[in-house]
């Protein structure tokens, strides 16, 4: 059992610079692959970052990348998410998850704990 809590969550302008914090207890963090993904009201909840357990591989959503760095601090047991240049567009609630052993990356099957999520909303 995993359990996922995400912060950092907020009100921005445009423009602006969010960092979101998953805080990830009940298993060795260090072992297991993660993601980020995002619900805007009335979407699909959709993929936004990956990052590997071991060696820190990473892959974006074509919408965030060269805006968005996903991290890890296995030390922490944290996983993170900056994100810059935020537009209003990035409206959403972010969830982290943990990647389970299927092959998909940039849909939800692929994963299988998720955390309750955090709210950031871009003013434009």
């Known amino acids: 059992q995993v359990q996922l809590v995400e912060s950092g969550g907020g009100l921005v302008q445009a423009g602006g610079s969010l960092r979101l914090s998953c805080a990830a207890s009940?298993?060795?963090?260090?072992?297991?692959?993660m993601g980020w993904f995002r619900q805007a009201p009335g979407m699909e909840r959709e993929f936004v970052a990956y990052?590997?357990?071991?060696?820190?591989?990473?892959l974006y959503a074509v919408s965030v990348k060269g805006r968005f760095t996903i991290s890890r601090d296995n030390a922490k047991n944290t996983m993170y998410l900056q994100m810059n240049n935020l537009r209003p567009e990035d409206t959403a609630v972010y969830y982290c998850?943990?990647?389970?052993?299927?092959?998909?990356?940039?849909?939800?099957?692929?994963?299988?704990?998720w955390g309750q999520g955090t709210q950031v909303t871009v003013s434009s």
């Open positions: 009940g298993r060795t963090f260090s072992s297991y692959s």
């Open positions: 998850a943990t990647k389970n052993s299927g092959v998909a990356v940039r849909t939800m099957d692929g994963y299988d704990y």
């Open positions: 990052i590997s357990a071991s060696t820190g591989y990473t």
